[in-house]
């Protein structure tokens, strides 16, 4: 029975994926876990990231690159406002922790060129498989 009901447990999560949260809405990650591209840059551009709210992953930081370097580490609800140089970015999160947070992929990446004077908003979320990714909002 125990079997059971586990299995139903986890087939119930399985399917949940997690949600956006506006701009306004989520909460400005800590300063000691922002380590980049916190100051203005004459001609640069804003990269605005925020995670999802939701449970799949939320034990787990949301690792977040720039250019394949870490830069900051976000949990549900977080944000992280970075301002980079113009030109072209790659804009990359991973799940970072113990146990199942290391079961994903290093990190997965997606495009964020920037121009100068230009703001982007992008969402780090979980899907319901439980695997992370990045990709631009409106949100």
């Not at 380590?35 to 787990?60: H, K, L, M, N, P």
């Not at 944000?79 to 922790?97: C, I, M, N, R, T």
């Not at 146990?99 to 979320?125: H, M, W």
Request: net charge positive.
């Amino acid at each position: 029975m125990r079997i059971l009901i586990g299995t139903l447990a986890m087939a119930t999560l399985a399917g949940c994926a997690t949600s956006p949260v506006p701009f306004d809405e989520a909460r400005l990650a800590p300063s000691e876990r922002i380590t980049g591209y916190q100051r203005a840059v004459e001609g640069g551009g804003t990269i605005i990231v925020t995670r999802d709210s939701g449970f799949i992953g939320g034990g787990c930081y949301a690792t977040i690159f720039l250019n394949g370097t870490p830069v900051a580490k976000l949990n549900p609800k977080e944000k992280a406002v970075f301002h980079v140089p113009a030109g072209e970015w790659l804009l990359g999160a991973g799940l970072d922790g113990k146990a199942l947070c290391g079961a994903n992929p290093e990190r997965l990446e997606t495009d964020a060129p920037i121009a100068s004077g230009q703001q982007k908003k992008f969402r780090v979320y979980t899907s319901g498989d439980g695997s992370v990714g990045v990709k631009p909002t409106t949100f």
